[in-house]
């Protein structure tokens, strides 16, 4: 079975700064899927970032990027230029390439605290 | 707007009563899912449903039971026989079952039973 581990569960940043949130998983799959998804006070969960496994190309969105380490088996997300609304609990995410049973299997989330 | 519902956001309830809550996607979706949220934890599956009429157990359905009668709509059954069913509950969907297509998250709803 998949597992997902996140080994921080709380990191704090002062506003502007940058801040990295670890993440590492075990498969012995070649193909998946990896997502970072945000939860804020709201509790609304919210994708922050996706990366294909079979591309070597790290994802980016806007101020949002990874480091993804195949042989590492090591997802990273790094926020650049944080802001207080970036404040919430981060989850990374596996999902296996195959059609069935496309479900996904969550670490135990990280809390970022943005300091003004 | 497109999107997904769950009602209520707060639910409270007697212990041993049986609670149904309600999801609701209006983007067509085909896959849906329902997880469990506690203090401190990641999300945890309860069932996943593919297609109408079919549904599968998760990691921790025991308590817990599904219906997917309509595309759309995917209520979800707390069983008095769930021994600590107070929690947060997030309804999820899906387009298609290939693909890096996201899962769409609902508001969630925070049962309580006392």
């Known amino acids: 079975a998949q597992t997902v581990t996140q080994s921080q569960p709380e990191m704090s940043v002062q506003e502007a700064e940058t801040v990295t949130l670890s993440c590492t998983y075990d498969t012995s799959e070649s193909d998946y899927y990896l997502f970072w998804y945000k939860q804020p006070p709201s509790r609304q969960m919210i994708l922050v970032i996706r990366q294909e496994a079979y591309k070597q190309q790290n994802a980016t969105e806007n101020r949002f990027s990874v480091n993804f380490q195949k042989a590492a088996k090591s997802f990273s997300l790094k926020i650049s230029d944080s802001q207080l609304g970036d404040a919430a609990m981060y989850f990374c995410?596996?999902?296996?390439?195959?059609?069935?049973?496309?479900?996904?299997?969550f670490g135990e989330g990280t809390q970022l605290t943005v300091n003004p | 707007d497109g999107g997904i519902t769950q009602s209520p956001k707060y639910l409270f309830r007697k212990e041993g009563q049986n609670v149904t809550l309600s999801c609701e996607q209006n983007?067509?979706?085909?896959?849906m899912y329902w997880y469990r949220q506690d203090p401190g934890q990641g999300l945890r599956l309860i069932y996943y449903s593919q297609i109408v009429n079919d549904f599968q157990k998760g990691d921790i359905a025991e308590g817990y039971s599904v219906s997917r009668e309509k595309k759309e709509s995917f209520p979800l059954t707390v069983t008095s026989a769930q021994k600590n069913p107070t929690a947060f509950y997030l309804c999820?969907?899906?387009?298609?079952?290939?693909?890096?297509?996201?899962?769409?998250f609902g508001p969630g709803t925070r049962l309580t039973v006392t």
């Open positions: 995410a596996y999902r296996r390439y195959e059609t069935s049973g496309s479900r996904l299997t």
């Open positions: 983007l067509n979706h085909d896959a």
């Open positions: 999820a969907s899906r387009k298609g079952l290939a693909g890096v297509y996201e899962q769409y």
